[in-house]
């Protein structure tokens, strides 16, 4: 009885570490691609097209390498949901379309600040 009690209790400590882990890692992915929403609405803004396909270029594959693995914990259509937002911010940069572009980095934003809002460890989400 006190071994099961004991795992229960390792159980519980792993479960609420990897929470608080994964809280962290998604709140930072949330920050990133905030600031990246607004560092590409500024270049937009300025007409800095060349710089700004490079900075979504960047952007856009490392987002490809994170979403490989932040598969296991996120659900996936948030990240398809960041994805698309980038190929329409990159469409817009290619197009040098402004409106294109405030559309794709406001659909960045909403969508970077969904994915630590879904996946936070709270206890409604939890339960």
Known sequence: MKTNLWVAMALL???VAFGVWSTGLMDDLAVRYISASEELLLLTQDQQWQRADEVVSAYRESWSQ?????QMLVIHEELDAVDIALKRVHAGIRAQ???LCYEGC???RENAEHLSHRDA????NVL
């Open 106 to 108: 406001a659909e960045l």
């Open 13 to 15: 400590v792993i479960v």
């Open 97 to 99: 379309d402004q409106s």
């Open 121 to 124: 460890f709270t206890l409604g």
């Open 66 to 70: 994170t979403s490989e693995w932040l």
